[in-house]
């Protein structure tokens, strides 16, 4: 494969002269920025699945 060549610096600048964001775009940009809030911990999904998984090992482990 043939490598690419880098754009010339003059065609570079031009381009960005012309494309300006509009006012709609600045402010649906500032909306994406936010970080969606962090869930709570499932705390008790937690201990109720290591309580189902363990009872067989103790099970096993102290009786029989």
Do not use: N, Q, W
């Not at 494969?1 to 509009?22: F, I, L, N, Q, Y």
């Not at 402010?27 to 998984?53: Q, R, W, Y």
Request: aromatic fraction near 10%; charged fraction near 20%.
């Amino acid at each position: 494969m043939a490598a690419r060549k880098r754009a010339s610096a003059t065609a570079t600048t031009t381009a960005a002269v012309d494309m300006k964001p509009t006012e709609t775009e600045h402010k649906s940009g500032e909306s994406t920025s936010l970080d969606p809030p962090i869930a709570p911990s499932k705390l008790g999904v937690i201990a109720k699945l290591c309580l189902f998984f363990s009872i067989p090992y103790f099970y096993l482990l102290f009786f029989h």
